[in-house]
């Protein structure tokens, strides 16, 4: 008898412990976009192809699932501690979407807009194309990370980038943004990295970034047409920089930027008169 208490007991722990962590309008929020990616393209079916319903031993759809990494690929349920890896509670929310290296395309998907709890955009490696929406500045209120580089996306950086007052990073590289780096960025009060690289951005390194002197550490933009001197850098503790070939670069450099990992002033006039 004290056995079959016991067994029926851990039993119910298992069980207890096996319960579907995903919240259900998360649930139904992930299967919208879900089978709304997918007709979109072949690259969208194979990014997603992981996301099936039933995932778990009892015959549940989980995906979040009962640690960080998640049980759908490229989706994490983090918690609610801000910053884009969060403190490892699972409480059931999408937190970070991460389809990297998938080739997915067409423009930024709208449907995002259904996680507003997102922390981490992360669409690295694609065929996006098309501007950067505005929606990303006001359907994410708690956004730490956003990565669209190495995409295809054109037309200029948006101002309203800067109404996401929690980002902390702003990676951007190597897509086809034209046009001038805006002020707006320099009032960004977490901001921590902002990587540019490979685009064909002109203008000057705005004045407001001696607003970033207390937060920016890294600053890549190798690879555009910026022109002016670095004067706007000159009291960041920036950690890792690169700002080769932008021809039009020229003037003293700032000790905040010489001694960062990457500098390396070859295509630019940096060190000679503006």
């Known amino acids: 008898m004290k056995f079959a208490f016991a067994s029926v007991l851990v039993a119910a722990v298992l069980v207890a412990n096996c319960a579907a962590l995903t919240l259900p309008d998360q649930l139904d929020k992930l299967v919208y976009f879900r089978d709304a990616m997918k007709a979109r393209s072949a690259h969208w079916v194979s990014a997603l192809e992981s996301w099936v319903c039933p995932n778990t031993v009892t015959g549940e759809c989980d995906p979040c699932g009962p640690g960080s990494i998640g049980l759908w690929h490229h989706m994490h349920c983090r918690g609610l501690t801000p910053g884009k890896d969060g403190d490892g509670t699972v409480d059931g929310y999408v937190t970070n979407i991460h389809v990297s290296d998938m080739r997915v395309d067409g423009p930024i998907p709208r449907e995002l807009c259904l996680f507003e709890y997102l922390r981490e955009l992360d669409l690295d490696g694609g065929r996006l194309s098309g501007p950067i929406p505005e ?104 950690i890792r920089v690169s700002l080769q070939d932008n021809p039009k670069l020229c003037g003293m450099v700032p000790a905040s930027v010489r001694y960062a990992v990457g500098y390396d002033p070859t295509g630019t006039r940096l060190g000679e008169p503006c």
């Open 135 to 238: 929606f990303v500045s006001t359907c994410f209120p708690d956004l730490a990370e956003m990565d669209l580089s190495y995409n295809r996306l054109s037309g200029t950086l948006p101002g309203f980038i800067a109404d996401v007052k929690t980002l902390q990073e702003i990676e951007l590289r190597n897509n086809r943004l034209i046009g001038s780096i805006p002020e707006e960025i320099g009032s960004m009060p977490n901001l921590r990295e902002l990587e540019l690289d490979g685009n064909k951005l002109t203008g000057k390194i705005p004045a407001s970034f001696k607003g970033l002197k207390d937060s920016l550490t890294a600053f890549l933009v190798a690879g555009n047409d910026l022109e002016g001197d670095l004067s706007p850098l000159s009291t960041s503790h920036l």
